[in-house]
């Protein structure tokens, strides 16, 4: 009989035992998991960072290259033709008159040229601004009659921007 007691009492503590070790490992796996988590959200922002910062990057070389053309054709009153890269697809190039450009952007002047990553302008953004009105100008290709338009979603690579002056205003047109 004493040996079945001392039996059963040593199964409880191998129990007791296992418990709290099972306890002790389950807690560090749950802090191993929560801490991976973590990392990887960490470096998914970074490099999401990085990327954003990388595309801001090339919207405003474009538009820097873009503004030269453009005050170069203003001051001369020529035409010019350039190449605009696409940043990303679909991205927009705007263009606004000075009161409804995108918040804290291009204030007191008359023109205004955004490249956005998205139809509202809210998010990424690089805009520049002119003392002169800056327009959109698309060709219907069926009947031939240019229109004018605030944005131009980027869809190609490429596209090639052919730029004019009509009287105080810089016409920026493409084709299709």
Known sequence: MG??????????????????????????????????????????????????????????????????????????????KIEFFTIDKGWYLNSYFNTLAPERECKGKVGCLCVCDDFTCENLKKCIDFHFSVQLVKTNPKIGVPYIMEKLKLLEPVYELDISKEKNVVKIKWKE
Do not use: P
């Open 3 to 80: 040996f079945s007691i001392i039996h059963i009492t040593t199964e409880k503590m191998k129990n007791k035992k296992g418990v709290k070790f099972l306890g002790e490992h389950v807690v560090n796996l749950v802090l191993a998991v929560i801490v991976i988590v973590f990392l990887i959200y960490l470096i998914v922002k970074v490099y999401t960072l990085f990327v954003d910062d990388n595309k801001l990057k090339k919207a405003e070389d474009q538009l820097n290259k873009l503004s030269e053309v453009i005050n170069s054709v203003y001051a001369k009153g020529s035409e010019s």
